[in-house]
């Protein structure tokens, strides 16, 4: 079984910066691709951001050139560093991770919900 564990959310004014942090844990043999999805009030899930195992990323147009996806390979740790923060950005936050485990399986973790709120 794999377990990805998000921490980072909270409220933050129209402007500020903050940083999510996910860590897959249990039966991995290797992660692809991680990224990042947001729901906000009324709207569907999205995708935000992600990271490729080799290092490649993209994003949805509205975040472009505030956030910022890496990964720590050595901590199977995806972030997502959000700066210049709008209200539009108010949304529950999910990570995954395309994970390979020791079973040969492989699946799509994700994370528990994240609520990041953006005062305006």
């Known amino acids: 079984q794999v377990q990805l564990l998000g921490s980072g959310g909270g409220l933050v004014q129209a402007g500020g910066s903050l940083r999510l942090s996910c860590a897959a844990s249990?039966?991995?043999?290797?992660?692809?691709?991680m990224g990042w999805h947001r729901q906000a009030p009324g709207k569907q899930r999205e995708l935000v951001a992600e990271?490729?195992?080799?290092?490649?990323?993209n994003y949805v147009g509205s975040v472009k050139g505030r956030f910022t996806i890496s990964r720590d390979n050595a901590k199977n740790t995806v972030y997502l560093q959000m700066n210049s923060l709008k209200p539009e950005d108010t949304a529950v936050y999910y990570c995954?991770?395309?994970?390979?485990?020791?079973?040969?399986?492989?699946?799509?973790?994700w994370g528990q919900g994240i609520q990041v709120t953006v005062a305006s």
């Open positions: 995954n991770a395309d994970v390979v485990e020791f079973t040969g399986w492989r699946r799509t973790s």
């Open positions: 990271v490729t195992s080799a290092g490649s990323t």
């Open positions: 249990g039966s991995i043999f290797s992660i692809n691709a």
